[in-house]
């Protein structure tokens, strides 16, 4: 029996070829007068996006200031920067161009810029969250779904602290996605935001209660489609069609209409354990959930193999048995097979690090809130369980 819910997705999405132009209009639309404008690398300088952005916002007057920068694992430190700047200019919108690390800075900017004292509180539960200033983005990577989704994680460098916080005041007004403003990707970047889309449902669709069947067909069919598209962009960079899928799903994976009538919002141990593995050694995101994923269901499927035997036909059309263990396993295994086939690491080996045991007791504790929680809904991870699963992931 599926639980009550409500679905909040209050972000206006525009869609298509050349929509970064209307940015002026969508921000006018806002009532506001100053725009950080909020970025990542000197791409979007050298693309000309900025430009273009530039130019829609002096065609409606608006004045803006920049801030570029913004790193994968985006850091506390420049959330700082960017609190001060926009109290200095009279910031009153913040403008994320880029991915989720981009939209993730501006969300914490915002969340700085509405309450007095440190906005790291936060992220550390010490205080709850009122609001956040407007935030709109211009997308250009397909990944972290943070353009309509309530969450934003930052890296604090003082201890590598990676933790998220989730606030409906920081959905984003509107979100711009032209597809083709992906095509410059780096194709281990597209892999890695493919891995971290498809994990956003997984996290959703692998839990021990009841789900709603409509929900279910949505978020296998999302799921099927990122590997189709995923496959294609393999060998077409430049396929608008694969492009536009797989930015429609970012957003759809993690603005909560792959969980909605679930009776859990869903098992986040795999994310909980990527984090700790981001602070410490500042992996991909979208590569750390594929590198820990294998380990994790491996060592949590057997309390309802049903469910990834259902998942392994469904999603990858394998026919099932009368051995739902056995065919849970083989599930896992196809997953293991396509983040391989796109490039992706399926342990800590191929992820690029091989952290000491005492490392991987620093993760564990920090997993932990350092003893305060447990993780997972699928199996509740204790420390044992938690480092079980990294030594597992480290054997590779």
Known sequence: MSAEFTYYAPTRVVFGKDTEKQVGTLVKEQGCKKVLLHYGSESAKRSGLLDRIKASLDAERINYVELGGVVPNPRLSKVHEGIELCKREGVDFLLAVGGGSVIDSAKAIGYGLYHSGEVWDFYEQKRQVEGCYPVGTVLTIA???????????????????????????????????????TYTLPQYQTMCGAADIMMHTMERYFIVGDTMDLTDEIAEGLLRTVVKAALILKDHNDDYDARANIMWASSLSHNGLTGAGNTSRGDWAPHQLEHEMGGMFDVAHGAGLAAIWDSWARYVYKQKPERFARFGNAVFGMERTNDAEADALKAIEQVKTFFKSISMPTNFRELGIAPTEEQIDEMTLKATFFGKRTLGDFLVLGAKEIKDIYLDANKG
């Open 143 to 181: 990944a972290a779904g943070s353009e309509m989704s309530s969450s934003s994680v930052i890296t604090n460098e003082e201890g590598n602290l990676k933790r998220g916080l989730n606030h409906d005041s920081s959905r984003c007004k509107f979100a711009i996605m032209n597809p083709e403003l």
